[in-house]
């Protein structure tokens, strides 16, 4: 069949606006547009064709770490070991203009090295951090703006997700992407919380202060060697076993489930019900992902049947 590229466009953008103004998850919206596609142009024999090419797209090793990248924040995510970081982490910021978002930033960028997956480390501080925000009359700037930003560090900082998504896509190395997001990364979480800092100062009504419990610095020295300190097994086990050459991404990404149950494990954390979660959330956020990547790859042979 041949159509004017006008007819096509048209086809594929009104059917794909249709679907999503109708409420269909956008992943299945595109692989049923390309579907209508390829029946379309080519008839029922090039549906045939589509398990192949989702095959040959999902069928790379690179891709192999991705899975057990979001198994680690899951774990982390579910078991609650971020949470009781969390705490830590709001010992020490004391009176600081924009406590909560500061808390924020600091969670956020310390999870990312933790997680694999942006939606564990958005949701994670969401539940923390959002209710008492508004419970305290934090502008949505300076409550939901944080949590959003840097949850979305977990794209930049290892293990990322997306970055071996990227890596696979690009035909680059996955290692060098990996280690190349961790000073990207470690800068914009800083750079969140310098900003924080300045626009709470400057206009203190986004972030109005509150009294809150002190502690001594003895306190505050043991509950960051009780509970933090061990998560730096966890980036070892990952980045730094990259970094030093001794392991591969996919071997990387092992080690660092591994690495996540024992330090769970040490807590006292690992029960049946957090690695029940896990692996249904694990599995969900995988199937999403892979699905993104299939998709583009059944759109991509599509021209060459016109």
């Given amino acids: 069949m041949i159509m004017e590229w006008w007819e096509v466009f048209s086809f594929f953008i009104g059917g794909l606006v ?12 595109f692989l049923l547009m390309d579907i209508l596609g390829v029946l379309v142009f080519m008839g029922s024999r090039g549906v045939l064709q589509i398990p192949l090419q989702i095959f040959s797209s999902l ?10 990248f979001i198994l680690m924040g899951e774990l982390m995510f579910h078991s609650g070991v971020a949470y009781q970081t969390i705490d830590v982490l709001d010992k020490w910021l004391g009176r ?16 990312s090295a933790l997680s ?16 008492d925000m508004q419970k305290r009359g934090y502008k949505p700037a300076m409550s939901v703006g ?8 977990a794209m930049l900082v290892p293990p990322s997700s997306l970055a071996v998504v990227l890596a696979a896509l690009g035909h680059i190395s996955v290692s060098k992407i990996l280690v190349g997001g961790v000073l990207p990364g470690l800068l914009l979480g800083g750079l969140f919380a310098v900003y924080i800092v300045i626009r709470c100062w400057i206009n203190p009504g986004l972030a109005p202060r509150y009294e809150v419990t002190s502690s001594s610095i003895k306190e505050r020295v043991v509950m960051f060697v009780r ?15 990259m970094m030093l050459g001794v392991a591969t991404p996919t071997e990387a990404a092992a080690s660092g489930v591994l690495g996540t149950v024992l330090v769970i494990a040490l807590f006292r954390k690992l029960t049946f019900e957090a690695l029940k979660k896990s692996i249904i959330g694990t599995l969900e956020i995988t199937i999403m992902i892979f699905m993104i990547i299939a998709i583009p790859s059944i759109a991509l042979w599509l021209p060459s049947l016109l």
């Fill in 116 to 131: 694999g997956s942006t939606l564990a480390n958005t949701a994670m501080l969401g539940t923390v951090l959002l209710p």
């Fill in 227 to 241: 509970y933090v300190m061990p998560l730096g097994i966890v980036i070892f086990a990952v980045l730094g076993l």
């Fill in 96 to 111: 600081l203009p924009g406590r909560l978002s500061l808390l924020a930033a600091a969670g956020g960028t310390l999870f």
């Fill in 59 to 68: 069928s790379t090793f690179t891709l192999s770490p991705i899975p057990m």
């Fill in 146 to 153: 944080p949590i959003v930003g840097v949850g979305g560090l």
């Fill in 18 to 29: 249709l679907l999503l103004v109708i409420g269909f998850p956008i992943a299945f919206a």
